[in-house]
């Protein structure tokens, strides 16, 4: 069934002001900068073991197995903290869950600008997993809620580039540290840097009211609620889950072993590692932008969520899963720098478009939940692929071999997801369905 929107007179509209719409948007807009701020901390937190992990291993004595342990221990928690978020949404403000998670964030970093030990490393880093497990859905919950259905890719994608930046910023920066200072500096400054942006998150973080006037979702039949089991199995929210899944794979990589990827396996300095390692969230950051201004320019026109947003994401996916093949075994140099950063942008890119999709299926008062939910479940990908690696990695016959092997397995999850993803999602379709039980639940 086809759904036919008027998105030019939309429920709620009347009475409300131009001057004041105009105003909210500003005000909005403000936020999404705001939370781009977070999603920066939040992804450089993320990547300091990253851009640590020789100095980390060389210190503790550990290989590559351990190391493992403690990139993949970032996720342990995850999902629990995930779902745990997505709860908490449904009993406090969402601007002021953000704000606690983000005071956790850097009490968890402090510990490490001291001498610790593997047990230390590993448990902080769990904590800061379980903190940040329900930022994204929470800077998306919040960013959605200021701007109408058809607006929201952009802002979508300018939060998710927030990690690209993160990176970019982060990745230069933190090796500058490590390289002059030490490993446990570059988390002291972390934690400074953490506590400002908490400040300024203070200060700029509000909810909008965008919800609260329209009283529905993205197509416009989408109801406030159904049985959360119905908001959970229809096959957009199936569909983004298994893509998101090989897409975290990809990135939580990238995020973990890429530096070391770059140092150990294809021989690149330690300065060029870390500055080499900026570059596919460069461009990433670049791709996740132009693509979501395209998603929201197709939405305006007309096209359906389904094209718009969740083909359009699963076939730049699966462009960054064929890209995969097609560096992993490539030696140093620019073919595979270039191959790797492409790669990294439709991936990035892919993922951000169809962030947007889940609101566009999600029912207005359940969006938290749903949201944390693809978050927690998705976010398994980051902790497998960075401990199976790791194993992979000092089990094979040289470190570029299995380097090599790692990364092209994650290339056939990432055209397997997107596949999935492109024969699944179709919010328009899902939301006619969930109307339909909610009008039954009424009889």
């Not at 908490?88 to 005071?103: C, E, G, N, S």
């Not at 460069?282 to 969520?305: E, K, P």
């Amino acid at each position: 069934m086809t759904i036919e929107v008027d998105r030019t007179a939309e429920p709620g509209s009347e009475g409300r002001g131009t001057s004041a719409s105009r105003s909210a948007e500003r005000r909005g807009w403000f936020v999404v900068w705001a939370l781009v701020l977070v999603l920066v901390m939040n992804y450089a937190d993320k990547i300091v073991t990253n851009i640590a992990g020789p100095a980390i291993m060389k210190d503790l004595g550990i290989g590559e197995s351990r190391f493992g342990v403690i990139q993949a221990s970032f996720f342990a928690l995850f999902a629990v903290g995930g779902i745990l978020g997505g709860w908490l949404m449904t009993r406090m403000r969402p601007w002021i869950l953000l704000l606690v998670i983000m005071v956790i964030w850097s009490l968890s970093l402090l510990p490490m600008g001291w001498q610790v030990g593997f047990g230390t490393i590993v448990a902080m880093r769990v904590l800061l997993g379980f903190a940040e497990g329900p930022t994204t859905a929470i800077a998306m919950h919040i960013a959605h809620s200021w701007f109408p259905p058809e607006k929201r890719a952009l802002p979508s994608s300018v939060v998710i580039a927030g990690a690209n930046v993160g990176a970019v910023i982060g990745a230069p920066t933190l090796t500058w540290i490590v390289s002059d200072y030490s490993w446990h500096a570059a988390f002291i400054a972390l934690a400074v840097a953490g506590a400002v942006v908490t400040l300024i998150w203070l200060v700029v973080g509000r909810e909008g009211d965008e919800d609260a006037v329209r009283g529905h979702g993205g197509t416009g039949v989408l109801p406030r609620r159904v049985p959360l089991r119905k908001a959970l199995t229809t096959g957009s929210v199936i569909g983004i889950t298994v893509m998101f899944f090989a897409a975290y794979a990809s990135t939580s990589l990238k995020v973990t072993w890429l530096k070391p990827y770059l140092e150990q396996g294809l021989g690149y300095g330690d300065k060029t590692a870390g500055n080499l390692t900026a570059l596919p969230y460069l461009g990433g950051m670049i791709a996740v932008i132009a693509v979501g201004f395209a998603s929201g320019a197709m939405t305006r026109r007309g096209v359906s969520s389904r094209l718009s947003r969740g083909v359009l994401g699963a076939s730049l996916v699966i462009a960054s899963g064929l890209l995969h093949l097609a560096w992993a075994p490539l030696d140093a140099g620019v073919p595979h720098m270039v191959l790797l950063v492409l790669s990294a942008c439709m991936g990035s890119a892919g993922y951000g478009a169809t962030f947007a999709a889940i609101s566009d299926v999600a029912p207005v008062e359940q969006r938290g939940v749903v949201l944390s939910v693809i978050t927690a479940v998705f976010s398994l990908g980051g902790f497998l692929a960075p401990l199976v690696l790791g194993g992979i990695v000092e089990n094979a016959a040289s470190k570029a071999a299995g380097y090599t092997t790692g990364f092209t397995l994650v290339g056939v999850a990432l055209i397997i997801g997107g596949v999935v993803g492109l024969l699944l999602i179709d919010p328009e379709r899902d939301a006619v369905k969930l109307a339909a039980v909610a009008a039954a639940a009424e009889k």
